[in-house]
């Protein structure tokens, strides 16, 4: 049984994200109501595993989580990429039409912007989340109330899809890291291509200092998938940049992140995993 600690409750879409990333296991749905929880949870049973999101292809990237995966001390061991689509769901034999409020996360609220200017007279709702949302109308046989949620979420709650697929842009994607313990993060790794590497570093407050790395990562062939800067508290005008780099060839990823390392302050390999699946 895969024990994994996620942000929000059954049939939420972290809840979906890992049992496809772990299709092949059992999977026992820790819920937390917080990201800084996954860590914790990690903390206190190194067999938990956590599962982030950490950037979706519209609303971009959530930068706190940057932050708090680089504290941790936890290892990325994997990702996983999410086709993102909403319902409305509501009470069984609710018609659209007699909809007066529909609730959900304000990310799926602003995804679904085109079709929620379509209902008339519908009172737009911001909740925590939007798996929360279908099972708070469902507990309390909320008539009216319709919730934007996964198809999982309004199966798992008992409501009616009153319409399907009712996001905006329909390449939404989220991507999840999978997070865990360093004592534990071997043995999700064994027998994993490695082939993908999350670094952080700061640079000196000097000219040229960013692009000196880049030039040098380019010379070794490392395709920086991702890069994202955050300020360094304390420190004005200073960044730490969180880089993905994808590579071919592991050898020439180690001997580039040693000629950049001289360059660099506080470099560390958050994590080294093979490149994600993504969800169709």
Known sequence: MKKVAIQGIAGSYHDIASRQYFDREDVEIIPCSTFKEIIQHIHADASVVGLMA??????????????????????????????????????????????????????????????????????????????????????NQLQGQAAICSKYAAELFGLEVLAEGIETNKHNFTRFLVLADAWNADGLLSGVGKSKSSIVFATPHTPGSLSKI???????????????????????????????????????????????????????????????????
């Open 54 to 139: 950490i950037e979706n292809t519209i609303a971009g990237s959530l930068l706190p989580n940057y932050e708090l995966i680089r504290q941790s001390g936890c290892v990325i061991t994997g990702e996983y990429k999410l086709r993102i689509s909403h319902t409305l769901a509501a009470l069984p034999g609710t018609k659209i039409e007699q909809i007066t409020d529909v609730n959900s996360h304000p990310i799926a609220l602003m995804q679904c912007f085109e079709y929620l200017d379509t209902l008339k007279n519908v009172r737009i709702v911001e909740s925590e989340d939007t798996a929360l949302s279908a099972r708070w109308i469902a507990e």
């Open 214 to 280: 880049l030039t040098i990562l380019s010379f070794y062939d490392m395709n920086l998938s991702k890069i994202q800067s955050l300020p360094i508290i304390g420190r004005e005008w200073e960044y730490m940049f969180y880089v993905d780099l994808n590579f071919a060839d592991y050898t020439r990823y180690k001997q580039a992140l040693d000629a950049i390392m001289p360059l660099t302050r506080d470099l560390k390999i958050l994590g080294e995993y093979g490149e994600g699946k993504q969800s169709v």
